[in-house]
């Protein structure tokens, strides 16, 4: 380099690994960005194991589709994906992942192992990637993946320093597996680190793993936001009800399902509020908004119920792309959203005053 000149092009392996801390913050977003792969995968039971909540193994076992030899070795490549082959299939993306960064991202801040088969393939494939460098070989395996993430950040010793206490990370890790319990109820998970269950939720309905995360004192109390199949257990005279949230969300083309809280429940948080948006865990404000309207003077102000609410829409109207980890969600016509999802809580909460003995739990 001569003395004229200080710019420079930056060795892929440092873009790598800068690029690698806006996806991998912590290790939950670890376990976020492999369960989603395992659930694009179409898994259908999940495990997670750590070891110190994660900063020494993170690994995660799917029964899902796995992967070709050919697939394995450029999956870890930046950009390589399955799910996303032009800019207008964005538009209307219905797996979690499409950036095709995660496995990138990860692989170049840990010791990292694949051991994955095909249904299709009699064996099956081990990656082993460590500072850049790949071995491939025939392994015995189940059908499925398993991605195990060593010594996360070994070779990053500002991130490394910048994790927190075990009890923190993996509270944060805790939180992110809630939210996709809640997520996929037909899935099966279980998380455990050094060995002790942390969380289970067997592959059940929604109702049951409201169950198994928000605990049975919250899940007595939930009421089931109304919807065809449930006329029977209201009967005609309550038809009126469970017609107008039809109406309202057949008219905006959006599907609302779950459950919501008695009024007699409410806590000073929004820790219970659970908004799943075409099966992707979020967080929005406008959503929170919204069920403070629909409980209106029923809850005391600054209190907040508990709820999970699966709303599908149209990819269209949802712009999942706004943030690389993908909690963000922006919806197109916010105050409409706003408007539905309210009134269909303050319908639901009517309905359930007319009809007082039904409750979710029974
Ligand atoms: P993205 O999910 O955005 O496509 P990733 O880096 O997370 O990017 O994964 C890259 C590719 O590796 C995926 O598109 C998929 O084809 C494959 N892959 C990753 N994890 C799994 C898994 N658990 N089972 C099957 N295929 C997987
Ligand atoms: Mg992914």
């Not at 993170?58 to 030899?69: E, N």
């Not at 939210?179 to 942390?198: E, H, R, V």
């Given at each position: 380099m001569s003395k004229e000149s200080s710019i420079h092009v930056l060795d892929q392996d440092t873009i790598n690994k800068i690029a690698a801390g806006e996806v991998v913050e912590r290790p939950a977003s670890v376990v976020k960005e492999l369960v989603d792969n395992a659930i694009d995968a179409g898994a259908k039971n999940i495990r997670v194991e750590l070891k110190d909540s994660g900063k020494t193994?993170?690994?995660?076992?799917?029964?899902?589709?796995?992967?070709?030899?050919?697939?394995?070795?450029?999956?870890p490549t930046k950009h390589a994906t399955s799910k996303l082959s032009t800019i207008t299939d964005l538009e209307s993306i219905s797996t979690m992942g499409f950036r095709g960064e995660a496995l990138a991202a990860?692989?170049?801040?840990?010791k990292f192992e694949i051991i994955t088969k095909r249904k299709e393939d009699s064996t099956g494939t081990r990656l082993y990637l460590e500072d850049g460098k790949q071995e491939i070989t025939d392994v015995g395996a189940p059908d499925g993946t398993t991605v195990s993430v060593h010594t996360l950040f070994y070779n990053t010793p500002a991130r490394l320093k910048y994790m927190k206490s075990d009890a923190t990370e993996l509270s944060h890790i805790a939180?992110?597996?809630?939210?996709?319990?809640?997520?996929?109820?037909?899935?099966?998970?279980?998380?455990?680190?050094?060995?002790?269950?942390?969380?289970?939720?067997?592959?059940?309905?929604?109702?049951?793993?409201i169950v198994d995360i928000l605990g049975h004192e919250a899940a007595r109390v939930m009421m089931e936001i109304p919807s065809d199949h449930m006329e029977s257990q209201f009967g005609e005279n309550k038809k009126e009800a469970i017609d107008q949230i039809k109406s309202l969300t057949d008219y905006a083309d959006i599907e609302i399902s779950g459950y919501?809280?008695?009024?007699?429940?409410?806590?000073?948080?929004?820790?219970?509020?659970?908004?799943?948006?075409?099966?992707?865990?979020?967080?929005?404000?406008?959503?929170?908004?919204?069920?403070?309207?629909?409980?209106?003077?029923?809850?005391?102000?600054?209190?907040?119920?508990?709820?999970?609410?699966?709303?599908?829409?149209?990819?269209?109207?949802?712009?999942?792309?706004?943030?690389?980890?993908?909690?963000?969600?922006?919806?197109?016509?916010?105050?409409?959203?706003?408007?539905?999802?309210?009134?269909?809580?303050?319908?639901?909460?009517?309905?359930?005053?007319?009809?007082?003995k039904v409750t979710a739990a029974e």
């Open positions: 193994l993170i690994s995660v076992r799917d029964d899902g589709k796995g992967m070709s030899r050919e697939d394995v070795i450029l999956s990860i692989s170049s801040v840990s939180g992110m597996v809630s939210d996709l319990i809640l997520a996929n109820p037909a899935i099966s998970f279980t998380l455990t680190n050094n060995g002790k269950t942390i969380l289970s939720g067997a592959s059940s309905n929604l109702f049951n793993s919501i809280s008695k009024p007699t429940f409410s806590k000073t948080t929004t820790d219970n509020l659970y908004f799943i948006v075409n099966n992707r865990p979020v967080t929005s404000k406008e959503l929170i908004k919204a069920i403070r309207l629909g409980y209106y003077t029923k809850l005391p102000k600054d209190r907040y119920p508990a709820a999970v609410i699966h709303l599908k829409i149209n990819p269209t109207e949802v712009d999942v792309n706004v943030h690389p980890r993908k909690v963000e969600v922006r919806f197109k016509d916010e105050n409409r959203l706003v408007r539905i999802v309210s009134d269909v809580i303050e319908t639901t909460l009517r309905l359930y005053e007319l009809a007082p």
